[in-house]
């Protein structure tokens, strides 16, 4: 289970109940929220998704990683 958070100023990405990357960078650049690309180049179409869930607020951290422990 993955989350990505994005606020302006502050990304955090979580995998399966673990934060593995942040960011402080400011800008979405080419992603938005309605399109979030996770493919590979090397392994395009690899990436498959059996559900995608988008929160229109902020999560916080304990709430991510409650969402991705599996």
């Known amino acids: 289970k993955t989350a990505l958070r994005y ?3 502050q990304y955090a990405f979580y ?3 673990t934060q593995i990357a942040t960011s ?3 800008g979405l ?3 938005a929220a309605d399109k ?3 493919e590979n180049n090397d392994n395009a179409g690899s ?3 059996k559900k995608v869930l ?3 607020s902020t999560l916080t951290n ?3 990683a409650d969402l991705t422990t599996l």
């Open 7 to 9: 606020k302006d100023g």
């Open 15 to 17: 995998v399966n109940g």
């Open 24 to 26: 402080t960078a400011t």
């Open 29 to 31: 650049g080419s992603m």
């Open 54 to 56: 988008y929160f229109p």
């Open 36 to 38: 979030i690309d996770l």
């Open 62 to 64: 304990a709430e991510l």
């Open 47 to 49: 990436c498959k998704h």
